[in-house]
């Protein structure tokens, strides 16, 4: 894991990034600035359990990718789920908890993640455990709403203008945050050839 500082704030954005794109910047940047995060852990996942790993591209090659996407100091290209021997979200942000006791973390999701949120393992302890910012997408501003994850945790969602105040917030917290989209994805990507 990347190194951190008592009281530090810090975004997990995890994902396959098979390949990452601008559009995974785009979403970094704006977490960076309106969550005022200290640091941005850009976790480069060894593959989603809900996608096929057919057309995975090696973890070396996803992880060299996503370093050059990241021109910020504050992201940190990290792999470590790797070493943890897992691809579950539920059990890496445990893991992160139980070691970093004096960091506030926030969990950072694109908005296309909410349709099948309901899906991945232990998706109500996900929410329980951090915050969580999800960040506009194509295609994905208005579906939101009706995810079950949404409507499930309705009670628990803030303004996204007090977004910077998201990690003060007890889990489960959650904002949706609006800005500037990307019509990028990885899927394309691949389809296309470009990966």
């Not at 600035?33 to 976790?43: E, G, I, S, Y």
């Not at 949404?150 to 910077?164: H, K, P």
Request: avoid cysteine; charged fraction near 20%; charge should be positive.
């Amino acid at each position: 894991m990347p190194h951190t500082e008592r009281g530090m704030v810090v975004g997990l954005f995890g994902g396959s990034f098979n390949p990452p794109h601008h559009g995974h910047a785009l979403v970094a940047e704006i977490a960076l600035r309106r969550l005022k995060l200290d640091q941005l852990w850009w976790m480069v996942t060894p593959g989603n359990p809900l996608k096929s790993t057919s057309g995975l591209a090696p973890l070396s090659k996803r992880l060299a990718l996503s370093e050059e996407m990241a021109a910020d100091p504050r992201i940190k290209v990290t792999a470590f789920e790797k070493q943890l021997g897992t691809s579950y979200t539920a059990k890496t942000l445990d893991y992160v908890k139980a070691r970093n006791h004096d960091v506030h973390f926030v969990w950072i999701m694109g908005a296309d993640n909410l349709k099948n949120f309901h899906h991945w393992q232990r998706w109500h302890h996900i929410a329980s455990t951090f915050p969580i910012a999800v960040i506009d997408r194509p295609g994905a501003t208005l579906s939101y709403l009706s995810s079950k994850m949404a409507r499930t945790f309705d009670y628990a969602r803030i303004d996204e203008s007090d977004a910077g105040t998201l990690w003060k917030r007890k889990a489960p917290a959650w904002t949706f945050i609006h800005g500037p989209r990307s019509p990028l994805s990885s899927t394309a990507l691949r389809e296309a050839g470009n990966a």
